[in-house]
RNA sequence: GGCGGCGUAGCCAAGUGGUAAGGCCGAGGUCUGCAAAACCUCUAUCCCCAGUUCGAAUCUGGGCGCCGCCUCCA
């Protein structure tokens, strides 16, 4: 197995990475706190690991690869209050609506879906072990997190707390011992969801679900974290803190963090009113477009979006699709020549490496369009593409079936052929220029007949 | 103020010491009745300055510009 190098944010640096358990791998992902559909942040994070997941996968790991769902929480109850909804009927909206837009990603499903609300319990129950063990207290209804108590805190975000309090924006909460503690338990305000629990009806605050998720149903210490750059403080940070006070082990070995989506350079936010959802885009192009997009770019880095950069993405895409359909594999015609096989050998052996290297999908993508050229010259080849963009989740059976047209877009092109043949041209040109504006169909003339293509448009603003 | 990241062709984007992948757009060519598709050719010395080195986009120092986190957030 090639060895695989992956950027810990942890460490802050590249590393090797080698499983807790040969052959294994627990990978645990925040998902939504579901009170809104998703917008391309959400895209890009989730294809980005499902990409990994997909990788690791490939690599012959067994991947054990949890995703939660927040359903309960503050946004949800002010959104649930808004709509004049229960709370259920708004989360079960959006985990529907969530499901939906990844399966238009080729988001392959998660081992499991816990959600914060089944594991309640499991969050009291770890909550009184952090009360015994000195590291949580009680104030009024609320349990908060004692945060001087971990001497270890900062050390993913790389903050010194002392500059956290110096500089701190928190409501500095009469209940809170130091202004960086943060809540465990929150006691329930009238007409709000709660739980029972030793310290009265309430509900757990947002980063305690995750500690609990991760240690039921992966352990005390999983292979990866991963998340949003937004997430590494506080969401990371706490969880760190909760769980490696309670259990004494480190919760996770590898970090990792994709980079943001902004909008002309700024931060997607509901102030700003900049958020554009997912099924803003898929009106646009397919979701395999999108997914093709946000892997053209390294997962780390930030991505400025842009309807032009879909654009792009859509023609490039397309480029790679076509040329699969276009060269269907015949088994019969002799191979090209020995060099030339050794340079496909040597393409598909560097886009492994590229995955391998921090999953450089970038770089990855970069050998295909390569591979694609001989393809195109030989007519071979065309299942090491397949088989690699499929790797990435690309190139869906799909996107890779033919297209089916109209019996009257048959009969023209049935009657262009016919004119064409009498050297009719004049006519057969007509009928060409009918197809593409009245069809939205490309015909093209190879020696083995005409080919026809719907034209997939993609309209920059 | 603290921490982190970024600045590569018109645009997007790889590349972390050995002389600039790839894509989109554009130009010219081959093929074609003409097209389309495909293929071929062409388009950068890497924000600026100084330094280290035989050699730097890549390392060091100093600027300038942009962004993120420090508050809910993928």
């Keep these: 197995m090639m060895d695989l190098f992956l950027s810990n944010t942890l460490s802050g640096k590249k590393e090797r990475f080698v499983p807790i358990q040969e052959g294994k791998v627990s990978f645990y992902l925040?998902?939504?706190?579901?009170?809104?559909?998703?917008?391309?942040?959400?895209?890009?994070?989730?294809?980005?690991?499902?990409?990994?997941?997909?990788?690791?996968?490939?690599?012959?790991?067994?991947?054990k690869f949890i995703q939660n769902f927040t359903d309960i929480d503050d946004k949800i109850i002010k959104k649930a209050n808004e709509v004049d909804l229960p709370v259920n009927d708004i989360t079960s909206k959006y985990i529907e609506a969530y499901f939906n837009d990844m399966r238009a990603l080729n988001i392959k499903d998660a081992t499991a879906y816990p959600h914060a609300t089944h594991y309640v319990s499991q969050m009291i129950e770890i909550i009184e072990k952090l009360i015994d063990k000195g590291h949580a207290y009680v104030a009024g209804g609320d349990v908060c997190f004692s945060v001087p108590s971990f001497k270890d805190y900062g050390k993913l975000s790389k903050k010194i707390l002392e500059d956290l309090i110096a500089g701190s924006r928190v409501d500095i909460s009469h209940s809170k011992q130091n202004p960086m503690d943060f809540v465990l338990w929150k006691s329930a305000k009238p007409g709000e969801p709660s739980w029972p629990s030793p310290w009265g009806d309430g509900r757990p605050g947002w980063h305690i679900e995750c500690s609990a998720m991760v240690l039921h149903e992966l352990g005390e210490t999983i292979d990866i974290h991963a998340g949003g750059a937004d997430l590494v403080f506080p969401h990371h940070e706490n969880e760190i803190a909760q769980s490696e006070c309670l259990t004494g082990k480190p919760l996770a070995k590898y970090w990792l963090h994709n980079g943001f989506v902004t909008i002309q350079s700024e931060k997607m936010s509901k102030s700003l009113k900049n958020i554009i959802s997912i099924q803003e885009i898929l009106k646009r192009v397919s979701g395999d477009v999108l997914r093709f997009y946000l892997l053209k770019a390294h997962y780390k880095t930030p991505l400025h979006?842009?309807?032009?950069?879909?654009?792009?993405?859509?023609?490039?895409?397309?480029?790679l699709v076509d040329t699969i359909k276009n060269n269907p594999e015949s088994n019969h015609s002799q191979l090209p020549e020995e060099s030339i096989q050794k340079e496909v050998v040597d393409l598909e052996a560097k886009f492994h490496k590229a995955m391998c290297d921090d999953f450089n999908s970038a770089e990855a993508i970069g050998y295909l369009f390569e591979l694609t050229?001989?393809?195109?010259?030989?007519?071979?080849?065309?299942?090491?593409?397949?088989?690699?963009?499929?790797?990435?989740?690309?190139?869906?059976?799909?996107?890779?079936?033919?297209?089916?047209?109209?019996?009257?877009?048959?009969?023209?092109?049935?009657?262009?052929?016919?004119?064409?043949?009498?050297?009719?041209?004049?006519?057969?040109?007509?009928?060409?220029?009918?197809?593409?504006?009245?069809?939205g169909v490309t015909i093209e003339d190879t020696p083995s007949g005409s080919r026809l293509k719907r034209i997939r448009r993609t309209t920059a603003s």
């Design 30 to 63: 925040c998902g939504v706190t579901v009170y809104d559909v998703c917008h391309i942040g959400h895209a890009r994070a989730y294809v980005a690991f499902d990409t990994i997941r997909r990788y690791l996968t490939h690599l012959g790991y067994q991947v």
């Design 305 to 319: 979006f842009s309807y032009e950069g879909l654009e792009e993405a859509q023609n490039a895409y397309q480029r």
């Design 373 to 439: 050229k001989i393809i195109n010259s030989t007519g071979h080849f065309h299942n090491i593409l397949k088989n690699s963009g499929q790797l990435l989740g690309l190139f869906s059976q799909s996107i890779l079936e033919d297209d089916v047209f109209s019996k009257e877009v048959l009969q023209l092109v049935e009657d262009r052929a016919k004119a064409k043949a009498q050297k009719e041209f004049a006519k057969s040109d007509t009928i060409r220029n009918q197809l593409i504006e009245v069809h």
